[in-house]
């Protein structure tokens, strides 16, 4: 199904790193704290909250890097759920990952950096569409010149977005009043399982993309020893991230104060510097969402090529371009569909339709890890995950939570997404499906 031109093995640990910790980060960090305070108002269990949250994305990192090591190629989470559950569950994961998750994803991060643009330039709502179509239009030119580009752009606007995330939490701490910190508690912060649990969400939602990195395993230099360690140091960074920013807020916000709006960031900076240094965190949000969106450009043509290569998409997107090795035409058709995603809703629908289908997949493939030890007892696994089978079961238990809090909170853009996914069927069944072979048995 493909040329005679191969993926370039152009990555190492640091570069794989960079993408894991350069796709999280977006804006979740500037903007989720407050939400998380609305439902955990005690300063230290909020941090409990955030810390919960990073562990349980290092334990479904640590578990998707058993099987990247024992399948080291092209397509990621699509190998490792075909590998486990057979071509349908692997269709129906690429198919959605092009029409609605990866590529809705985009076009939320899209849409959330025109209207963050907005702030720093005032646009109405079309312009800030034409920015929004303007920006993947862009990461997709880049990642269309190659790998290497694409990554060169990564590190650097990954470095960016630490370097001024370290300076916002300096300037913060430099400010703030650490003696905040052991402030008692309101007298109405009792916690109840409920709030946790939707604490606890927003927190996994500002992890989201810590995955996309094994999309592009066959292009590690060595996949079996840097994919592991690109997971669990770019996952670790964002964490230590998180944790010492939401540390820097409270030093300058009271709880109150920080249940009372949807942008700590600013609010914070405000607080300790005026008005002026807010548009510090805008120009910081802004370079946050274009790394996130160039991690997602570059990522998820890697399953599309994958798909191809094993007869379970169309042709085109199994070829590579002989001069920069890389899948151009499932580059392009991607940033076409995203930004006609950009034009289906706002930055909230977008989300929501992407978070509660990819979660599903994230704990069908985590359990593929379990699920694939007793199968194929026999596999070369040149890394194992640690604690198992605790800690893929966590996670899987983690996923479980988010996909039914999921469907509570949005039963209407659930049965959407779900719809969607199932659409895929009739597509498989008519131009994919292996002749004289039932569904059920693929």
């Given at each position: 199904?493909?040329?005679?031109?191969?993926?370039?093995?152009?990555?190492?640990?640091?570069?794989?790193s960079?993408?894991?910790?350069?796709?999280?980060?977006?804006s979740g960090?500037?903007?989720?704290?407050?939400?998380?305070a609305?439902?955990?108002?005690?300063?230290?269990?909020?941090?409990?909250?955030?810390?919960?949250g990073?562990?349980?994305?290092?334990?479904?990192?640590?578990?998707?890097?058993e099987?990247?090591?024992?399948?080291?190629?092209a397509?990621?989470?699509?190998?490792?759920?075909h590998?486990?559950?057979?071509?349908?569950?692997?269709?129906?994961?690429?198919?959605?990952?092009?029409?609605?998750?990866?590529?809705?994803?985009?076009?939320?991060l899209?849409?959330?950096?025109?209207?963050?643009?907005?702030?720093?330039?005032?646009?109405?709502?079309p312009?800030?569409?034409?920015?929004?179509?303007?920006?993947?239009?862009?990461?997709?030119?880049?990642?269309y010149f190659?790998?290497?580009?694409?990554?060169?752009?990564?590190?650097?606007?990954?470095?960016?977005?630490?370097?001024?995330?370290?300076i916002?939490?300096?300037a913060?701490?430099?400010?703030?009043?650490?003696?905040?910190?052991?402030?008692?508690?309101?007298?109405?912060?009792?916690?109840?399982?409920?709030?946790v649990?939707?604490?606890?969400?927003?927190?996994?939602w500002?992890?989201?993309?810590w995955?996309?990195?094994s999309?592009?395993?066959?292009e590690?230099?060595?996949?079996?020893?840097?994919?592991?360690?690109?997971?669990?140091?770019?996952?670790?960074?964002?964490?230590?991230?998180?944790?010492?920013?939401?540390?820097?807020?409270?030093?300058?916000?009271?709880?109150?104060?920080?249940?009372?709006t949807?942008?700590?960031?600013?609010?914070?900076?405000?607080?300790?510097?005026?008005?002026?240094?807010?548009?510090?965190v805008?120009?910081?949000?802004?370079?946050?969402?274009?790394?996130?969106?160039?991690?997602t450009?570059?990522?998820?043509?890697?399953?599309?090529?994958?798909?191809?290569?094993?007869?379970?998409?169309?042709?085109?997107?199994?070829r590579?371009?002989?001069?920069?090795?890389?899948?151009?035409?499932?580059?392009?058709?991607?940033?076409?569909?995203?930004s006609?995603?950009?034009?289906?809703?706002?930055?909230?629908?977008?989300?929501?339709?992407?978070?509660?289908?990819?979660?599903?997949?994230?704990?069908?493939?985590?359990?593929?890890?379990?699920i694939?030890?007793?199968?194929?007892?026999?596999?070369?696994?040149?890394?194992?995950?640690p604690?198992?089978?605790?800690?893929?079961?966590?996670?899987?238990?983690?996923a479980?939570l988010i996909?039914?809090?999921?469907i509570?909170?949005?039963?209407?853009?659930?049965?959407?997404?779900?719809?969607?996914?199932?659409?895929?069927?009739?597509?498989?069944?008519?131009?994919?499906?292996?002749?004289?072979?039932?569904?059920?048995?693929?």
């Amino acid at each position: 199904m493909t040329n005679q031109v191969r993926l370039k093995a152009d990555l190492n640990w640091r570069d794989g790193s960079a993408i894991v910790a350069g796709t999280v980060i977006g804006s979740g960090i500037f903007l989720v704290p407050g939400s998380i305070a609305r439902e955990i108002p005690s300063i230290w269990p909020m941090m409990a909250v955030w810390l919960l949250g990073g562990l349980l994305t290092l334990f479904g990192a640590l578990s998707v890097a058993e099987l990247g090591a024992a399948f080291p190629e092209a397509g990621g989470l699509y190998v490792y759920l075909h590998a486990g559950y057979g071509r349908v569950a692997a269709f129906l994961y690429g198919w959605g990952l092009l029409t609605l998750i990866h590529s809705g994803s985009l076009a939320a991060l899209a849409v959330a950096f025109g209207l963050y643009c907005s702030q720093l330039m005032p646009m109405p709502v079309p312009e800030q569409k034409a920015v929004a179509i303007v920006s993947i239009l862009a990461v997709t030119v880049v990642n269309y010149f190659g790998l290497h580009a694409g990554k060169l752009v990564q590190n650097l606007v990954t470095a960016s977005k630490i370097g001024g995330i370290g300076i916002l939490t300096i300037a913060l701490f430099i400010r703030g009043d650490f003696h905040r910190l052991t402030a008692p508690a309101p007298t109405d912060s009792g916690l109840s399982a409920l709030s946790v649990g939707a604490a606890l969400v927003a927190v996994l939602w500002a992890y989201e993309g810590w995955h996309v990195v094994s999309f592009t395993a066959g292009e590690f230099r060595n996949p079996a020893r840097d994919l592991p360690k690109s997971l669990s140091a770019g996952i670790l960074a964002v964490v230590a991230a998180y944790l010492l920013a939401n540390l820097s807020y409270f030093t300058v916000l009271s709880p109150t104060r920080m249940q009372a709006t949807d942008r700590a960031a600013a609010t914070a900076m405000n607080v300790a510097y005026g008005a002026g240094a807010t548009g510090f965190v805008t120009l910081l949000i802004v370079v946050s969402i274009l790394g996130s969106m160039n991690g997602t450009a570059l990522t998820g043509p890697r399953v599309y090529f994958a798909m191809a290569r094993d007869g379970l998409f169309f042709p085109g997107f199994g070829r590579l371009n002989p001069r920069t090795h890389a899948p151009s035409v499932a580059i392009v058709v991607q940033g076409v569909w995203a930004s006609c995603l950009t034009l289906a809703g706002g930055f909230r629908d977008l989300f929501t339709y992407v978070i509660f289908t990819a979660w599903i997949f994230y704990g069908a493939t985590v359990l593929a890890v379990i699920i694939l030890r007793v199968k194929r007892p026999d596999l070369h696994r040149p890394y194992r995950v640690p604690g198992y089978p605790w800690l893929p079961g966590l996670f899987v238990i983690a996923a479980g939570l988010i996909t039914a809090i999921a469907i509570a909170n949005g039963p209407r853009h659930a049965l959407y997404g779900i719809g969607l996914i199932l659409l895929g069927m009739p597509v498989y069944l008519l131009l994919f499906r292996q002749p004289g072979v039932s569904p059920k048995n693929e």
